[in-house]
């Protein structure tokens, strides 16, 4: 069977960054550690005035099909997934797909588009839509364009205004791909929670503590659901773990349960015994209560253990470089998580074609999908050609008024009494330019 899986990414981030422990914290009168360390995020991304969640999705597709010399006759599909759209009929992937006409030659009058969601896993599902049309030889030898772009704002005050964000991640899903091929193999953990929810309105209502529980059930249903399938996930199978990564803080809590759940009954468990003793069993518990206060010990010392931290800090740690200086991108999290594993095996192994990733993927109201990752010949020239440093080092520092007036001009329904310069100067890139006659948004490229 043909190998398909992902063949390009390119990372576009907001072109504005808010320094977290230097300018959030003093202003909340919160420890800066709160943020570094307990959420584990230094800075977030944030829109430019003329920026949006088309312009970085067209911008990171664009820089994508130029590094790869595409045209757009090459793309039979056109998949968005994004939380933050502004419009409930005409898809996003239209937007972008009118943002790349404005540059290319040719068009997208053949491509299918669409919109895809379901939160943060929806980026996830987009690339399954766009494996299973290549799958079901549909593709006529054409590749898909699958863009994650989210501006994950929420109100002024919220405790999730933290772990804001925003960005783009494009990804070429194709045959014979150059990055990693995807398993066929897939879990999930799905049920109607209301953890996190925008029902008609621009910022989420959420529950920050039970969307961290309805995360960790989820992905232990969708971990037991693909090892149904896979077989049992062995702790020397993966090289890394990319997680959907809101804030670190919530992967690292993820990460315990999930090698709680993997080294139970492995000679794992038997080398940590004289330490920590052995995993709790229900059977030997009275009651329920008396069973979690158990496992909640043994979570503390296993967390302890220099196996279980060398573990993390090789397989884990990793995954969370990029998010730590961008914060939630939303449907885009878990394909940052990928990246920056990727660069860290880049920096680690030159070669690594074979190795393993297990990807878990989140999306609040909720659903979790886990599923396998197999590294590419090609990979390592991919991964090098990213620019996502030079972006980073380049984003403008904000001072606290300048982010308050950033999230104003955001606000859809902010009627703003001044006007709000931009704060940096476009440069070959799409930018915003304002509203046309239905209301729609309309789109330039500045070159
Ligand atoms: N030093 C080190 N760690 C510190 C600290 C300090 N001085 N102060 C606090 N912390 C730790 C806390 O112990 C906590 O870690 P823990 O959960 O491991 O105990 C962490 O920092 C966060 O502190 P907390 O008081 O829980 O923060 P909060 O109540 O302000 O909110 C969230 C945290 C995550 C609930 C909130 O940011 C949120 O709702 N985010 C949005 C989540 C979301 O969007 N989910 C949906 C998509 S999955």
Redesign the pocket.
Known sequence: MTAVGIDAIEIRTGKLKLDLPNTFAPEKGD?P??YT???GLNNSSFPDVYEDIVTMGANAAKTLMDRKGLVPEDIGRIDVATESAFDHSKPVSTYIAGCLEQVYDGDFTHANKGERKF??VAGTQAIDDAYNWIRAGRNRGRAALVIATDTALYARGD??E??QGAGAVAMLIDEDPSIVELSTHQGYGSKDET??LKPNQQF?S?D??R??QV?LARMREALEDYQSVAGKVELDDFAYAPF?T??P??VR?AALLAYRHVIRDTSYEDDLAGEIGRQPREAEYDDREAFEEAIREYMDELKGTDQYQAWYADVVEPTLGLAREVG?WYTGSVHVARTSALRDLLERDGDGVGETLLVGS?G?GAQAEIHAETVCEGWQAEIEALDIDAQLAARYDLSWEEYEDVHDVHEYDKELDREIEEFTAPEAEFVFTGWGRMNERKYAYIA
């Open positions: 420890d550690a709160k360390k307990g959420l939160a943060c405790p999730g933290a772990t953890d996190f989420p959420v920050g503590k969307s961290m995360y959907h809101p804030f803080g919530m809590k939630n989140y609040s």
